[in-house]
């Protein structure tokens, strides 16, 4: 069973810069890619639940969303299988609960973490 820990959401300033880590443990062998997910205000008034921020696949390439493109970067650590979100420039926009997530292709389902806050403000 894998399963996904976040940390290092917290409070920034507009402009400031966080970085987001989240450490897999478990068998890993069926999880297709490791990424980063968001849940803001504005998706839950919107009625869906969270939206991809940026994501990488385990045999190689990546994925961001068009609104943090030039301004964050997934990596991964694979010794601790530990995946990170730098993110740099951040607005008001960003403020949300960022999950890391996994898709695992046999159970067809993602697996979750609990999710950590960040918020900006100024």
């Known amino acids: 069973q894998v399963q996904l820990e976040e940390s290092g959401g917290g409070l920034v300033q507009v402009g400031g810069s966080r970085r987001l880590a989240c450490t897999a443990s478990?068998?890993?062998?069926?999880?297709?890619?490791l990424g980063w997910y968001r849940r803001t205000a504005e998706n839950e008034r919107a009625g869906y639940d969270r939206?991809?921020?940026?994501?990488?696949?385990?045999?190689?390439?990546?994925t961001y969303a068009d609104f943090v493109k030039g301004r964050f970067t997934i990596s991964r650590d694979k010794a601790t299988n530990t995946v990170f979100l730098q993110m740099n420039a951040l607005k008001a926009d960003d403020t949300a609960v960022y999950f890391c997530?996994?898709?695992?292709?046999?159970?067809?389902?993602?697996?979750w973490g609990q999710g950590t806050q960040v918020t900006v403000i100024g």
């Open positions: 478990g068998d890993m062998s069926r999880i297709y890619n």
């Open positions: 997530g996994a898709w695992h292709t046999t159970e067809h389902r993602y697996i």
């Open positions: 939206e991809l921020v940026a994501a990488l696949i385990l045999s190689g390439g990546s």
